[in-house]
Each structure stands twice: as structure tokens, then as C-alpha cells.
């Protein structure tokens, strides 16, 4: 409990320096549409939020679903590693696809992101999972909290139909979720009965939607989990964001390989070029 507060009392110092960059860089915040605006106002307020493919309408998205169908196949019928429920592609064979990576670089996305974290961004590119059906409920199937930054931003897109059986995306809502320190943990994860003695379970977001949704959420504010998958795999992939200047540089490594990708592409605007440069 002590370590816990004192972490507790790093973070809010932190946070006095973070407020204060965010109003200095209030202004050259881009400009976003109507509709933008709103979903920012949504993640902000919610700490998640769900919208379609069809909807946002980002450029690309077709040749993207299509680089991500053709990895998932890659990666079908493979052990799972991670927590042994899943399958994660490696940094390499995402390389293969640039179309995955340039989605997640969309000028509107970035403008997003920069928006709701208040302060220029890095775009670290994206993993694509494969979690699957059964196995115990351990690591990212605990809540949590991530701690890259003070705020970051994760857009999942499911290539699946996600239903409550199907392993979707739960996260607890940003105006009900616990300060870390008043949770119980064990080790950085939470139990299911921890939570509930907070926050009713009835009042805790599941993600479910068909293929193509997408979560905006922000994983550093909410707890979160992947439910257990029961009836079919859950195919995602999980596009991420964080400031230039991260809380926790060592876990925001880029997760492509920058100079092979500006190589494969080399028509990027200076925006895309900034966000793909991390200087930490």
C-alpha cells in the first residue's frame, strides 16, 4: 500500500508538468471535423469509445482489411504464446503489409489522437492478435491499466464478428474507474471480485460489434481486459498512439521498422513523417 501511494504521488507531480505542456500546446492542435470532435469529446469523457469502419470512412481501409485478413490466415494454426492464449504476428511479417501500417498514419487519425492527448504524438504503429478460445484467465485477460504515457490512444478493429461469447474488448468507463491505488492487486492486475467490491460489473463497458468495429480507447485512464473468447477466435488489431514525450519512453518502442516502411512508402506528408519519428 505505501509503494502503491508513493507511486501514487510520482504520477500527480508528473501531472502538474503534463497539464501545464498540454495548455502550451493548445494551439496547435489541429483542426477537426464536427464528427471528430464529438468522438474525441466521447473518448475523453467515457475513456473509450465505439464507432465503425464505415462510419470514420478512412481512406485505405479496404486494402487494410485486406492485409489484415491475409496475416491473420498466416497465423492461423499456431501455438499460442502469449499467457497461452495468443497469437501475436511479429514486427517482421507486419512489415510485409504496409497497407496495415499506413491505415493507422491516416492525417484524420493523427489529428484525433493529437487532439485527445493534448500534445504532439507518436504513432507506434500496430500489433495484430489473434486471441484464442479457452485457457485460463491470466495477463490481459485480468483488469488493468496501461502505464506508457498519461494518456494514449488504441484503436482495436475486430476482423470478426465479436459477440459477449467471442472474447471482445471490457472496459470499465473513465468516470467509474477506481484510482489504481484503491484496487487490490496482484502484481498489476486486478480480480474480477476486487473490481466488483467497486464498480458493479453491470455498469462495465463489453465491447461486442461486427467486423469492422472499432474501439477508440484510452488504456492508460480505464481498466481493461480481454473477456475469454468461448465459441471462435477474436481477430484484432490494435493501432497505437502516445505523446512525443511518454511517461515510460521504454515501453513505446515503434512496433515496425520505420526506415524499411518510408522506403516501401516513401509519399508521406510532413505530419505522417513527425509521427513516425520518435525522439526519445
Same mark, same amino acid.
Request: with cysteine; aromatic share 8%; glycine share 8%.
Given at each position: 500500500?505505501?509503494?502503491?501511494?508513493?507511486?501514487?504521488?510520482?504520477?500527480?507531480?508528473?501531472?502538474?508538468?503534463?497539464?501545464?505542456?498540454?495548455?502550451?500546446?493548445?494551439?496547435?492542435?489541429?483542426?477537426?471535423?464536427?464528427?471528430?470532435?464529438?468522438?474525441?469529446?466521447?473518448?475523453?469523457?467515457?475513456?473509450?469509445?465505439?464507432?465503425?469502419?464505415?462510419?470514420?470512412?478512412?481512406?485505405?481501409?479496404?486494402?487494410?482489411?485486406?492485409?489484415?485478413?491475409?496475416?491473420? #490466415?498466416?497465423?492461423?494454426?499456431?501455438?499460442?504464446?502469449?499467457?497461452?492464449?495468443?497469437?501475436?504476428?511479429?514486427?517482421?511479417?507486419?512489415?510485409?503489409?504496409?497497407?496495415?501500417?499506413?491505415?493507422?498514419?491516416?492525417?484524420?487519425?493523427?489529428?484525433?489522437?493529437?487532439n485527445y492527448i493534448g500534445l504532439p504524438i507518436v504513432y507506434r504503429g500496430l500489433t495484430v492478435r489473434r486471441d484464442?478460445?479457452?485457457?485460463?484467465?491470466?495477463?490481459?485477460?485480468?483488469?488493468?491499466?496501461?502505464?506508457?504515457?498519461?494518456?494514449?490512444?488504441?484503436?482495436?478493429?475486430?476482423?470478426?464478428?465479436?459477440?459477449?461469447?467471442?472474447?471482445?474488448?471490457?472496459?470499465?468507463?473513465?468516470?467509474?474507474?477506481?484510482?489504481?491505488?484503491?484496487?487490490?492487486?496482484?502484481?498489476?492486475?486486478?480480480?474480477?471480485?476486487?473490481?466488483?467490491?467497486?464498480?458493479?460489473?453491470? #455498469?462495465?463497458?463489453?465491447?461486442?460489434?461486427?467486423?469492422?468495429?472499432?474501439?477508440?480507447?484510452?488504456?492508460?485512464?480505464?481498466?481493461?481486459?480481454?473477456?475469454?473468447?468461448?465459441?471462435?477466435?477474436?481477430?484484432?488489431?490494435?493501432?497505437?498512439?502516445?505523446?512525443?514525450?511518454?511517461?515510460?519512453?521504454?515501453?513505446?518502442?515503434?512496433?515496425?521498422?520505420?526506415?524499411?516502411?518510408?522506403?516501401?512508402?516513401?509519399?508521406?506528408?510532413?505530419?505522417?513523417?513527425?509521427?513516425i519519428t520518435p525522439r526519445y
Amino acid at each position: 500500500m505505501m509503494q502503491d501511494l508513493r507511486q501514487h504521488a510520482n504520477e500527480q507531480r508528473w501531472n502538474l508538468v503534463y497539464w501545464d505542456r498540454r495548455r502550451r500546446h493548445r494551439a496547435a492542435l489541429p483542426a477537426l471535423s464536427a464528427a471528430d470532435a464529438a468522438l474525441v469529446r466521447r473518448i475523453e469523457g467515457e475513456g473509450g469509445a465505439a464507432t465503425s469502419l464505415e462510419d470514420l470512412a478512412i481512406p485505405g481501409t479496404a486494402a487494410m482489411l485486406a492485409a489484415g485478413d491475409a496475416l491473420q #490466415r498466416a497465423m492461423a494454426g499456431r501455438a499460442p504464446v502469449k499467457g497461452g492464449f495468443g497469437v501475436q504476428a511479429a514486427a517482421e511479417e507486419i512489415g510485409r503489409y504496409p497497407d496495415l501500417i499506413r491505415w493507422g498514419l491516416d492525417e484524420r487519425l493523427l489529428a484525433i489522437a493529437e487532439n485527445y492527448i493534448g500534445l504532439p504524438i507518436v504513432y507506434r504503429g500496430l500489433t495484430v492478435r489473434r486471441d484464442i478460445v479457452g485457457g485460463d484467465k491470466v495477463e490481459t485477460r485480468l483488469l488493468h491499466r496501461d502505464n506508457e504515457d498519461n494518456r494514449i490512444l488504441k484503436i482495436i478493429v475486430y476482423l470478426n464478428d465479436v459477440d459477449e461469447n467471442g472474447g471482445p474488448f471490457e472496459f470499465i468507463p473513465r468516470p467509474l474507474t477506481p484510482a489504481s491505488w484503491r484496487v487490490p492487486h496482484d502484481g498489476s492486475r486486478a480480480s474480477d471480485a476486487a473490481m466488483a467490491r467497486l464498480v458493479p460489473p453491470a #455498469r462495465w463497458r463489453c465491447c461486442t460489434g461486427k467486423r469492422g468495429t472499432a474501439v477508440f480507447v484510452d488504456t492508460c485512464r480505464v481498466y481493461h481486459r480481454g473477456r475469454i473468447a468461448a465459441t471462435a477466435d477474436r481477430l484484432a488489431l490494435f493501432f497505437c498512439y502516445n505523446s512525443a514525450r511518454p511517461l515510460s519512453p521504454q515501453w513505446c518502442a515503434p512496433l515496425f521498422d520505420r526506415a524499411a516502411f518510408i522506403a516501401a512508402v516513401p509519399a508521406l506528408s510532413p505530419a505522417q513523417r513527425a509521427a513516425i519519428t520518435p525522439r526519445y
